[in-house]
């Protein structure tokens, strides 16, 4: 325990002996948990994407919690600094505070300023996070903060905090980039009517839903066929039609050329043609392009070669009711013949909740449901729990930063 240690916790946060290893929820006390599971509740209302869903409660040293924040995405403040810079914005005087969070704090960020140091300079004591961050093992901010006489504890709520960002874990270990899904269908499963007319399938709140998640994206992908067939422009736009905000890489897949007047080629020339037909190939130009939150928007090849390859961490269906009877179904073949086989996917009440009213519409929002593998203790985004006197280091190593 370090000397600047956990004076007049015992209201809620309780010291454990220096050097005490910790282990699963028992080694933290009923506050400790309480604070955790508000991190955890908070960090589901961030966006799932680019970077973790991450959660983080700033509690006092009478046990009250002063702020709890959570992350909204790439570019945007850290969970650890929203919920110091709510606390400050309060008045309170974080000296001698803990801090509990979902995942550990980084130690270098690129686009925001590094956590560790924040809790440092906040006069914060006392850490506990859930798990191990993947991301630049050399430099882990946990490191950091027991250098400045922080006394840091991990592993509490360690399996809720891997099952909430479980994809994305999946997805830095296998250094491509985090897919969600985009179907805007018919209540019978059409994206097309039978002369290939499909705008426009959704509400215009549906459509405006769309475009609020093309400015936070990537980049976004489509098939040839859809180039060729509906000439989409794939900008993420206003109420007005206009291009607005950041702009995602466009991305088309498949063997044919783009035609040089395409529409998607825009004023910018944001294009990428993708000569494949192999989505983990695609997945590994992107993930070279600099691409970490990608959305698949069709056709059906497009969308059932990315699900029958098990690559799509996240669906978002927009159901319209409409009945078209004929046209183009969403999906193709997945390679599935019998029930044994299906894919299995669950509610994913994070980021907005698993189902919301837009307009006429549903927009559902769904991610593979947890497997076997995903319980596995020795998989890629197991990570251990660590006590004050020992550092660890879990997860793979990416060139994106933090969470
Ligand atoms: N409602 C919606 O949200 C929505 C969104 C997008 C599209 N759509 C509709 O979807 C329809 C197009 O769907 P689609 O299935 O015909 O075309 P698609 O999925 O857009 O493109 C299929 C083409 O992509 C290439 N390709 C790349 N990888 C492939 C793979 N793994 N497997 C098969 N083909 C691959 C092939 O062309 P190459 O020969 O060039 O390799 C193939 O012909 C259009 O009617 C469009 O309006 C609807």
């Given at each position: 325990m370090s000397a600047l240690n956990t004076a007049g916790l015992s209201a809620g946060f309780s010291a454990a002996p220096s050097g005490t290893a910790q282990s699963g929820t028992a080694a933290f006390n009923a506050a400790?948990?309480?604070?955790?599971q508000a991190a955890l509740a908070a960090a589901a209302q961030g966006p799932r994407g680019a970077n973790p869903l991450v959660g983080a409660v700033v509690v006092g040293t009478d046990?009250?919690?002063?702020?709890?924040?959570?992350?909204?995405?790439a570019g945007t403040a850290?969970?650890?600094a929203d919920a110091i810079g709510q606390a400050k914005a309060a008045g309170r005087d974080l000296?001698?505070?803990a801090i509990v969070v979902t995942l550990e704090p980084c130690n270098h960020c690129g686009r925001t300023g590094p956590c560790a140091q924040a809790i440092i300079d906040a006069g914060i004591t006392d850490v506990i996070y859930a798990v191990d961050d993947p991301h630049d093992p050399a430099a882990g901010g946990a490191v950091t903060l027991r250098a400045a006489g922080v006394r840091v504890r991990s592993g509490l709520a360690a399996e809720a905090a891997l099952d909430l960002n479980r994809r994305w874990f999946d997805a830095v270990a296998a250094k491509r980039p985090f897919v969600t899904l985009h179907i805007a269908q018919t209540l019978d499963s059409r994206i097309a009517a039978s002369d290939g007319t499909s705008q426009w399938i959704s509400s215009p709140e549906s459509l405006a839903d769309n475009h609020a998640l093309r400015g936070r994206i990537d980049a976004i992908l489509v098939g040839t066929q859809t180039v060729l067939i509906d000439n989409p422009r794939l900008t993420a736009r206003?109420?007005?039609?206009?291009?607005?905000?950041k702009q995602p890489l466009r991305a088309v897949m498949g063997?044919?050329?783009?035609?040089?007047?395409?529409?998607i080629h825009g004023a910018d020339g944001n294009v990428l043609h993708l000569a494949t037909r192999d989505p983990r190939e695609a997945l590994d130009q992107l993930f070279a392009h600099g691409v970490r939150h990608l959305m698949v928007e069709g056709g059906s090849r497009i969308l059932s070669a990315f699900l029958a390859a098990g690559l799509v961490d996240e669906l978002i269906v927009y159901l319209a009711p409409t009945l078209l009877g004929s046209g183009t179904a969403a999906l193709d073949d997945l390679g599935i013949t019998t029930l044994a086989d299906a894919q299995r996917w669950e509610w994913d009440p994070a980021s907005g909740g698993a189902v919301q009213v837009l307009g006429r519409d549903l927009r559902l929002h769904l991610r593979p449901a947890a497997t076997a593998d995903d319980a596995d203790p020795a998989g890629p985004a197991a990570t251990p729990t660590s006590s004050d006197t020992t550092p660890h280091r879990t997860g793979a190593d990416t060139a994106a930063g933090g969470n």
């Open positions: 400790e948990n309480a604070a955790m046990g009250t919690h002063l702020a709890t924040g959570y992350h909204r995405g850290h969970a650890e000296r001698g505070a206003n109420a007005n039609g206009e291009a607005e905000g063997y044919r050329g783009i035609p040089d007047d395409a529409a």
